[in-house]
């Protein structure tokens, strides 16, 4: 276990290393007229990948938060949902203030619903002890069909999170363009993949939160209450999926579409489990998604045809099949996930 | 003892109805707070489901997929699997079926109209197959893997049908060569298509009656077969079926098969009786509606027709509600979602109306018992 850890994480940093070369020698050198190594390392397509995988990096760490502590969470996709619906609605009735309190406010009634989506969810799971896949189905539901019911179709939000470089770093070359210059949430998602590894596994309440998703009796003995640590990062999750929605509506697009999420919410659960429910390996996984996403775009934008766009599309879906087949170093889910958990005595 | 059993049968009915009524009780205050008139959109959604023949058509018409959808999540549900991957079956059906309906042009209809709805099926229970495998012999657990097939099933379809791009992208297999840059097939041959029991303008087709049948064959393999009887056992307790000899393994990988062929029979009827064609805005979206249907319907392909039937009643009033009262049709997908959590939580509702659970019920049907095993 420990063993393939390492041999995965040395993969990673090499693969990072190469890439880091690669778009060096691409952007900076005459390598760049070859078409291929265009499609494959050109600062746009680095930049597509970075902003196609902040969604699934911040739905990623909601599953994360969720499933340590034992609740399983195949409802980020609705959370994601609602979130952009919420944000979108909080935008467009500020459109006459000041461009940034409207665009915070967005954010702060995203991460609101987001919140009150992953309080439903963990009401229905740890009160009324739904089966915990069928709740989450329930909010995908949910929160499509009140997005699409409560859909002003005239609305329009005007407006969005621009572009913010940071001094010095941003004049690197090709790594400031990519890294260095992006809107505000982009930063706050990266920032927050940090935040969540130092949480988990350097802190009382991470400590606390994965007793309760391993062993909770264990952790109740001791004196955790399992089931507020369910309900609270059960919440903290729901906001991450909600930043997530904001983050599509007040940053990437701009409005609100019918199920604009588009499945990002279970490609996200994707890279959670390819990424072995830890934060890097998660945001491993979402940028490697957000990578064949790019791939397609600019694959058609060098008029190369004969890789049918819909295979490589695939890729982060097949890819994930294989994963938890265990086909390629296993991943290992928290022990107690999806398991009501009542105190001794308490079942009714 | 006689007494008991007319409780527990009167408590799996009970909570259904319950529930239909609570969800349609919390639509109507959604629809109230919002500045909608509930009561115009019910008696819209009335007239459209049941007001006229033609209403009672739609109905039967939207109800046909659901048996056979909600029939393959209830199987598995059976066996303590949870297929959240009828969609991507039912896709997969529907594409297999046109397959075979728009080739072999000339075979008579009694070889080429079975042969598309087994090409049908035969796609549904390999995209079965795969979890089940998946989860006998890796562990991997069938929901994640369900829900991954479901959008590989979904790219997999959009790209058969493709028309290819304005910079020369190679068309899919079965695109339709007079569609210009439309992405859809052409027309299956009539020899493929299912007949109609009441043609134009009622459009209902045999496919209603497959699907009836196939429940009630269902039944009797669930309740009156040895093979029903392993399938319910490894569903009620997988330790006790490997101990009293059965083949689990065996029956996990054959449930989800069945299930993945119910999916794709489902889509096979839906293109060959009704659409004719496959283009890619045909979504599995009745493949999700199953497992309300599977939950509604208490997991009993009885239970399950009834649900579907409800489900169909509700989908087809949609749109005259929309047209009658202004309410958004959409308000329908937020009652499924209620109803849908108001069946797998038992306990709100016997909260809400009070009502005592029979001693010798199990309270909740959990089949997630963690990703990995």
Known sequence: ?348 | MRLSVLRRIGYMVLIPILAVFSALLLGAIIMWIFGDDPLAAYRGLWTGAFGSPRAWSTTIRKMTPLILTGLSVAVAFKAGLFNIGASGQFLIGSVCSVAVGVNFEGLPAFVHLPLALLAGVAGGVLWGFIPGALKVFTGAHEVIVTIMLNYVASLFAAWTVYAGGTQGQTPGPLWDRTAGAISRTPEVFMSARLPWIVPEPYRIHWGVAIALLVALIMWWILFKTTLGFSTRTVGANSKAARYAGINVRWITILTMMIAGGLAGLAGAIETLGLNHRFAPEFTGGVGFQGITVALLGQTNPIGVVLAAFLLGALEAGAARMQFDSGVAADIIQVIQALVLAFVAAPLIIRQIYRIRKPSDQVETTVFSTGWGR
């Open chain 1, 1 to 348: 276990m420990q063993r393939t850890l390492r041999v995965t994480s040395y993969l990673a940093i090499a693969l990072v290393i190469f890439f880091v070369v690669m778009a060096f020698l691409v952007n900076l050198t005459p390598l760049g007229e070859n078409t291929w190594l265009r499609v494959f390392f050109s600062v746009s397509a680095l930049n597509f990948t970075l902003r196609a995988s902040v969604p699934l990096i911040l739905g990623a760490l909601c599953g994360i938060l969720c499933e340590r502590t034992g609740i399983i969470n195949i409802g980020i996709e609705g959370m994601m949902l609602a979130g952009a619906f919420a944000a979108f609605v909080a935008k467009t009735s500020t459109n006459h203030w000041p461009l940034m309190p409207s665009l915070l406010f967005g954010v702060a009634i995203a991460l609101l619903v987001g919140g009150l989506m992953g309080l439903l969810h963990a009401i229905f799971s740890i009160r009324y002890r739904m089966d915990q896949i069928i709740s989450g189905t329930v909010l995908i539901i949910l929160a499509g069909g009140v997005s699409a019911y409560l859909f002003d179709r005239n609305a329009v939000a005007q407006g969005k999170f621009g572009a913010i470089a940071i001094p010095g770093l941003s004049q690197i070359p090709v790594l400031g363009e990519v890294l260095f210059t992006n809107p505000p949430l982009t930063y706050t998602a990266l920032i927050l993949v940090v935040v969540i590894h130092i949480g988990l596994f350097y802190t009382r309440w991470g400590l606390r939160s994965r007793a309760c998703g391993e062993h909770p009796r264990a952790a109740d003995t001791v004196g955790v209450n399992v089931n507020r640590f369910r309900y609270m990062n059960t919440v903290l999750g729901g906001m991450l999926a909600g930043l997530a929605g904001g983050f599509l509506v007040l940053e990437a697009v701009g409005q609100f579409q019918e199920g604009m999420t588009a499945g990002r919410g279970f490609i996200s659960l994707a890279a959670m489990i390819f990424g072995n429910w830890m934060p890097f390996g998660a945001m491993g996984a979402a940028l490697l998604f957000g990578y064949t996403q790019a791939l397609q775009n600019e694959l058609l934008l060098a008029g190369v045809t004969t890789v049918p766009r819909q295979f490589v599309s695939m890729i982060p879906y097949v890819v994930t099949i294989v994963a938890v087949s265990g086909f390629v170093g296993r991943v290992r889910p928290p022990a107690a996930e999806g398991k009501v958990y009542e105190t001794e005595g308490e079942s009714e």
